[in-house]
């Protein structure tokens, strides 16, 4: 693929903050339907699929120009999940800390999604999820309400900020579903 072709991505620029008070209409995750205990089973889960995404040949194809391919969003995902390993540590380590901000276009462009293999981003997909689900699974209980803001000053707690990652997830896995046929 071209560098030509990744600047034809229309950056997303939408605040994707309003999953957190209902379910999404497009790939349908409900907040509600998420128990905390169990951010790091559905984050390995979800590792799986991608796993199984990246071994379909069709991987590096994008099913339109202005659209990414599986392995495009598979390193978002890797990238995702490294981001929120991030936070997650930096909330249970301080009071109330501010993100960095972190634009996903940006990085798209500066580490090649578009040029990735999709055979090389599965061994960096896998460790970041498997980091990032221990870091859920060992969030004691009274840590969960620790908040954290982003950069636009948007409120999280370690719990929100889990199903928050979590809709990304699910999400990215809705938007490439016809390689898998669903």
């Given at each position: 693929m071209t560098t030509e072709q990744a600047a034809e991505i229309t950056p997303d620029t939408k605040d994707w903050t309003w999953v957190l008070d209902r379910p999404c209409p497009d790939c349908g995750f409900d907040p509600a339907a998420v128990d905390?205990?169990?951010?790091?089973?559905?984050?390995?889960?979800?590792?799986?699929?991608?796993?199984?995404?990246?071994?379909?040949?069709?991987?590096?194809?994008?099913?339109?120009?202005?659209?990414?391919?599986?392995?495009?969003y598979?390193?978002?995902?890797?990238?995702?999940?490294?981001?929120?390993?991030?936070?997650?540590?930096?909330?249970l380590a301080e009071d109330d800390p501010r993100f960095a901000n972190w634009d996903q276009d940006e990085t798209a462009v500066a580490e090649r999604y578009d040029e990735q293999r999709a055979a090389d981003v599965v061994p960096d997909l896998v460790a970041a999820a498997?980091?990032?689900?221990?870091?859920?699974?060992?969030?004691?209980?009274?840590?969960?309400?620790?908040?954290?803001?982003?950069?636009?000053?948007?409120?999280?707690?370690?719990?929100?900020?889990?199903?928050?990652?979590?809709?990304?997830?699910?999400?990215?896995?809705?938007?490439?579903?016809?390689?898998?046929g669903e």
């Open positions: 905390r205990v169990a951010f790091g089973d559905a984050i390995r889960d979800n590792t799986d699929f991608w796993v199984a995404v990246l071994a379909d040949p069709r991987a590096g194809e994008r099913p339109e120009p202005t659209v990414w391919s599986p392995t495009e598979a390193c978002h995902v890797r990238d995702v999940h490294r981001v929120f390993l991030g936070r997650v540590e930096q909330m498997d980091a990032v689900a221990d870091a859920y699974d060992r969030v004691a209980e009274d840590a969960w309400g620790r908040p954290g803001r982003r950069s636009n000053g948007s409120l999280f707690t370690v719990e929100t900020l889990g199903s928050y990652h979590l809709h990304d997830l699910v999400h990215h896995r809705w938007d490439v579903r016809w390689i898998m």
